[in-house]
């Protein structure tokens, strides 16, 4: 028998009869485990051959490649020699075609579709034995993307797969490989449609790739090689083997493989995997498998397939959610294995974090010696070195494995014990959640993420395969009565997973029908089912809404002045009414760009019966949302009794409904001169009047701004009130009338009145009244970037100050991120920021001393405080003055002296937290100090 090689580890085989090795690798035999004589001998000259060569290694003798060749996407075309970045090459297959044996092909970041040959189309096909193929910039930032033809299947005349290896000791690493597919003609073109090794050989290595989205008659992601620290999700076959076809896999991820066939076959080695979600209607495994250490999460198959789907396949030290008849292992099974093991094993699977959950019996239920079975097998030293020092006992993340003893089960070892809850990802249709982590590979399925701190916020996006928009995210169970949650501007949506302990559902609801508005729409028969067939009026839109109470309703609405149409309802005209229907109306360019535009009774050229109110909507038990206006010019009636007529020129909400991103300004109402009622976040209520009753009538704002509002004669009097609650908000006015603030700011000399309640807030010029609840407040100017800039400044008391907020997850269960559309700003220790801009701007505040010649000028800026953005810069001169009876000494700048009698210095932000520097102007006696913070 041929001996092919050592193991990875340099160590020889454990002699475990479960794990297999073709003829030609070496044998399992009592005399080589680890505890024999032989073995301890073997080890005491491998020890010494490691410091000869490491010997070697300091004294420049270093094992290297031939050539090195560079691949760029930037460069034009392939004309350059490929020596250089700056002569690249512009395609991989022009560099591969230059490699020799012992050669390196560099690819620098980018998307590379374009090359390959006819014969075995393909992206890159390799034929030469020995060749490197490696990223620079990683998996995430470089792509080998195929083609899939133009068929039921994906398989036929125009497909690509990715990468082609004819040969043997080839290294591709480092690369997202997807999109690939065969053509099915010949034998060659049938297998592997991400990467296929055609000459059947484990020698080849695909390692720290993912592949995905790939298909093939065998082995839609790889076929005939082995993977190492790779992720493989949503691969197919039209025949068998729909993510691996005669392959070795090491320390890799699979994931959401949907067959009717099976997930692996003829694939010796399946050592030390995580294998979570995949589906199979016929035998998971295959044939001539053998699965150690691995951990088999949430899969789920056909029972009682024949037995001979498993035929000569090996199980040890596993562990299996799934029941072990459903798995269809009939023999050759270890008691080492657990089997039906349930609940949640993984941190989180929908951020693509494979990390153990503590407590799970994959925990230490692995053994150390079956790792020991990778053979590498190179010509070339240096490969044979990088594939021993880099996953050599690495398990997914490059994190080493223990050599000995109990390990644990799958592709990650480390173990977390999460502080927070856990959020179970689901939705309509075919719904692909995206997380903040990049990932996307939840179609069709649930998925989880446990939250490994808290609190802290999320960033998810969910689409849907049928192209049909999101509507909105239901988040159950609800802790504050929020029935619903709506994305940003640009679908992001923030959240907070809940505390320890606690599980919620966050479901995407995908929209039933859609409508669209344009303005300058001229079509001749507008049905609003297509953008070329739009209403001109929003109101058409939502006349032609199914009034079912299951049917969800999305109206896009396009850039545009919308001050025509409307519906007289509850006494007065609207320029929007909807009353009793589930819809959502969203605008494409935002409020900048769409205008929501009431107008004052003609009449009295104020408010009167004839008068038009931007908004009205009345939700009869449904859900809806508003997002991206800008409301303007809204006027109401006069009655003093009525508010359906007379209340909320910019809109009247109601309870359940939802108002997001908009700019809510210059409406008058005879009272509650903005809105009433309803949800509103990151919006901006400012310039508005009322005749009487406030600005914002029990409304819920979050992170929103109010400013420069009037009621009666009297500015910012009785603005917020009426029960409104206010969290993470900016607001300038009076609060009244059992009204909550909560993590807000808060400006102005204007009342709080008894009944309401201000907690971790920061408060300035505020008038407390007698019965008013303060709880852990603080007084002090917040220190904004401008009068109309309220962005926090890096020397904000604002900063951190959130810390003890009753209730916190209901807070957080209602923030979906701050005004600018950025996440909480959650400190290490969980304090938050106040007010409704979260990230603080840099600051450069010039304080001189009391008393004392003043030392200092600014340029550019102001004595006091300098907001300075990222890279901006100030001159602070510092000259020589005079004091009775103290001689002047010169200047010391963060404890460096200068001699001089005047001394400029350039203050740039440079982003760093604080951005102190101390000037001080040094006399004979005590020294007077300047700070700029």
Not at 175 to 204: H, L, M, P
Not at 261 to 269: A, H, V
Not at 614 to 623: A, E, F, L, S
Request: with cysteine; glycine share 10%; charged share 15%.
């Amino acid at each position: 028998m041929t001996n092919w090689g050592e193991s990875l580890n340099g160590k020889p085989y454990a002699g475990n009869p479960y794990v297999r090795f073709d003829e030609g690798e070496v044998a399992s035999t009592a005399t080589s485990r680890r505890g024999s004589l032989l073995y301890k001998i073997n080890q005491k000259c491998r020890r010494l051959l490691g410091r000869i060569f490491t010997i070697g290694l300091i004294a420049g003798i270093q094992p290297c490649f031939a050539t090195e060749y560079f691949v760029s996407k930037e460069r034009p075309d392939d004309s350059g020699n490929g020596l250089s970045v700056e002569t690249a090459k512009r395609t991989i297959q022009a560099a591969v075609d230059l490699a020799r044996e012992g050669d390196m092909v560099t690819v620098l970041p980018g998307v590379y579709d374009e090359g390959g040959s006819s014969e075995y189309p393909s992206i890159v096909t390799i034929t030469n034995s020995c060749i490197w193929l490696r990223s620079s910039g990683g998996k995430d930032k470089t792509f080998i993307v195929g083609s899939h033809a133009n068929t039921e299947t994906g398989i036929g005349e125009g497909a690509l797969r990715c990468v082609f290896i004819n040969s043997t000791g080839v290294i591709v690493e480092g690369f997202t490989i997807c999109n690939g597919a065969v053509k099915g003609d010949k034998e060659e073109n049938i297998n592997g449609g991400g990467v296929c090794s055609q000459k059947w050989c484990y020698y080849n290595y695909v390692c720290d790739c993912v592949l995905s989205n790939n298909v093939a008659i065998n082995g839609g992601a790889f076929s005939g090689g082995t993977l190492m620290k790779c992720l493989v999700a949503e691969n197919r076959a039209t025949s068998v083997s729909a993510a691996l076809h005669d392959c070795r896999a090491y320390s890799s991820v699979f994931v959401n493989h949907d067959t009717s066939g099976e997930m692996f076959r003829y694939c010796r080695n399946i050592v030390g995997c995580t294998i979570f979600q995949n589906k199979s209607s016929a035998s998971y495994q295959g044939r001539d498998i053998t699965y150690a250490n691995c951990l088999v999460v949430d899969h789920s198959g056909t029972f009682g397939v024949s037995p001979h789907t498993a035929y000569n396949s090996y199980a040890c030290n596993s562990v299996f959610s799934c029941p072990r008849n459903e798995f269809l292992f009939k023999e050759n099974c270890e008691e080492t294995c657990k089997f039906s093991v349930a609940g949640h094993q993984l941190l989180s699977p929908a951020f693509g974090d494979w990390r153990l959950l503590a407590g799970s019996p994959a925990v230490g239920g692995g053994k150390a010696e079956l790792t020991a079975d990778i053979v590498i097998h190179s010509k070339i030293p240096a490969f044979k070195n990088h594939l021993n020092d880099n996953y050599n006992y690495r398990d997914y993340y490059g994190n080493e494995i223990p050599e000995t003893g109990a390990i644990n089960c799958g592709a990650v070892q480390e173990v977390v014990n999460p502080e927070g809850g856990c959020v179970v990802f689901t939705g309509d249709d075919t719904v692909q959640w995206t997380t903040s982590a990049g990932k996307v590979y939840l179609k069709s399925r649930e998925s989880y993420a446990y939250a490994e701190t808290y609190p802290t916020q999320w960033c998810v996006q969910a689409t849907f395969t049928s192209g049909k928009p999101l509507f909105n995210y239901q988040i159950t169970p609800n802790r504050t009565g929020l029935r619903c949650h709506y994305p940003h501007k640009d679908g992001r949506f923030f959240f907070s997973p809940p505390p320890k302990g606690e599980v919620i559902t966050n479901y995407a609801n995908v929209a039933n029908d859609v409508y669209y508005v344009n303005a300058n729409s001229t079509a001749q028969n507008p049905d609003g089912k297509t953008p070329q067939t739009a209403f001109s009026t929003i109101q058409e839109a939502v006349d032609a809404a199914s009034d079912s109470y299951y049917t969800r309703s999305y109206i896009s609405v396009a850039p545009g002045v919308y001050d025509k149409g409307g519906v007289f309802h509850e006494g007065i005209s609207n320029r929007v009414a909807v009353t009793g229907k589930t819809l959502t109306i969203v605008s494409t360019h935002g409020a900048e760009h769409t205008f929501i535009v009431g107008a004052p009774d003609p009449d009295t050229k104020s408010h009167g019966p004839n008068a038009t109110r931007c908004v009205w909507w009345y939700h009869g038990g449904r859900i809806g949302g508003l997002q991206g206006f800008t409301l303007t010019g809204g006027y109401t009636g006069i009655s003093a009794d009525s508010y359906a007529d007379s209340a909320a020129a910019g809109g009247y909400k109601g309870s359940m409904e939802h108002v997001l991103d908009c700019v809510i300004t210059n409406n008058h109402a005879y009272w509650a001169g903005a809105v009433i009622n309803g949800y509103f976040f990151r919006c901006l209520i400012a310039d508005n009047a009322a005749v009487a009753k406030g600005i914002v009538w029990g409304s819920d704002l979050v992170a929103c701004h109010v400013r420069n509002n009037t009621v009666g004669t009297s500015d910012n009097s009785h603005i917020v009130r009426s029960g409104a609650i206010a969290r993470f908000c900016t607001i300038e006015g009076s609060v009244t009338d059992a009204s909550e603030l909560y993590a807000s700011i808060l400006l102005g000399d204007y009342p709080v009145s008894p009944n309401c309640r201000l907690n971790n807030c920061v408060i300035y010029g505020a008038n407390i009244q007698d019965g008013a609840t303060v709880e852990n407040c603080i007084f002090a100017y917040p220190s904004l970037a401008g009068d109309d800039d309220w962005r926090i400044l890096s020397c904000s008391p604002a900063i951190s100050c959130v810390k003890q907020l009753p209730d916190l997850a209901s807070h957080l269960t209602f923030s979906s991120g701050d005004y600018e559309g950025n996440p909480l700003n959650i400190a290490s220790d969980g304090s938050i920021n106040a007010g409704s801009m979260q990230w603080p701007v840099q600051a450069v505040s010039v304080l001189t001393s009391r008393g004392g010649p003043q030392p200092l000028s600014v340029t550019g800026g102001e004595v006091g405080t300098n907001a300075l953005e990222k890279g901006a810069s100030i001159s602070v001169t510092a000259q020589k003055k005079s004091a009775a009876g103290r001689r002047f000494l010169g200047f010391t700048i963060n404890g460096v002296d200068y001699p001089a009698d005047m001394l400029t210095y350039e203050v740039t932000q440079s982003g760093a937290p604080s951005g102190l520097i101390s000037i001080l102007a040094k006399y004979s006696s005590v020294p007077m100090a300047v700070i700029l913070r």
